[in-house]
Nanobody, 116 residues
Framework: QVQLVESGGGLVQAGGSLRLSCVVS????????VGWYRQAPGKQRDLVAT???????NYADSVKGRFTISRDNAKSVAYLQMNSLKPEDTAVYYC??????????WGQGTQVTVSS
């Protein structure tokens, strides 16, 4: 079955950087769109960034210019490079995969905490 495993979260000071990874198994990774979402306590899960199977990217306005989504199809891994982190970026970050048939899958999430 399709599995997504995130890693790379942690505690960082404001202005710092983290890189999240999402390792995908159980599917032909290059065929699928991948996204990163985040959910802060008491809030809904929001889109952070997406990357299509062809490499087109899309970002939430709040992270444009600071975050970069990328993928390595040979390794079946998606990344989220996060720079200039702010306390409001604190959340659980989830990896999402959408198949060409519009089925979607989620990872278990990784906590990112940014201290001021």
């Amino acid at each position: 079955q399709v599995q997504l495993v995130e890693s790379g979260g942690g505690l960082v000071q404001a202005g710092g950087s983290l890189r999240l990874s999402c390792v995908v198994s159980g599917t032909i990774f290059s065929f699928n769109a991948v996204g990163w979402y985040r959910q802060a306590p008491g809030k809904q899960r929001d889109l952070v960034a997406t990357i299509s199977s062809g490499g087109s990217t899309n970002y939430a306005d709040s992270v444009k210019g600071r975050f970069t989504i990328s993928r390595d199809n040979a390794k079946s891994v998606a990344y989220l490079q996060m720079n200039s982190l702010k306390p409001e970026d604190t959340a659980v970050y989830y990896c999402n995969l959408v198949t060409p048939g519009a089925r979607d899958y989620w990872g278990q999430g990784t906590q990112v905490t940014v201290s001021s």
